[in-house]
């Protein structure tokens, strides 16, 4: 069974940072797209960031300077340095895997809370 799973998140002061992990289970991940996408109250889910298989990367522009996105093959993992945090940063942030080909994604984890506060 295909698991991601996020961890990382919390309460943070405007301007502090914080890490978040997304490990997968049951395959591997070294040629699909990982991607971070976030869910505020009220919102649609939106983009974050994102990283190829060869680890060319993409970002939104509310994360463009702020965030960075990385990934460890051999660990199966995903991360998302967030820095400089603002309060409209607060939302779910989901961890996704896109097969190499696929349009969407085909995989998401559960969420991860980070809640900036002012």
């Known amino acids: 069974q295909v698991q991601l799973v996020e961890s990382g998140g919390g309460l943070v002061q405007a301007g502090g940072s914080l890490r978040l992990s997304c490990t997968a289970s049951?395959?591997?991940?070294?040629?699909?797209?990982m991607g971070w996408f976030r869910q505020a109250p009220g919102e649609e889910r939106e983009f974050v960031a994102s990283?190829?298989?060869?680890?060319?990367?993409t970002y939104a522009d509310s994360a463009k300077g702020r965030f960075t996105i990385s990934r460890d093959n051999t660990k199966n993992t995903v991360h998302l340095q967030m820095n400089s945090l603002k309060p409209e940063d607060t939302a779910v942030y989901y961890c996704?895997?896109?097969?190499?080909?696929?349009?969407?994604?085909?995989?998401w984890g559960q969420g991860t809370q980070v809640t900036v506060s002012s």
């Open positions: 049951g395959r591997t991940f070294g040629s699909a797209t």
């Open positions: 996704g895997a896109r097969n190499r080909g696929a349009v969407g994604y085909d995989y």
């Open positions: 990283i190829s298989w060869i680890g060319r990367t």
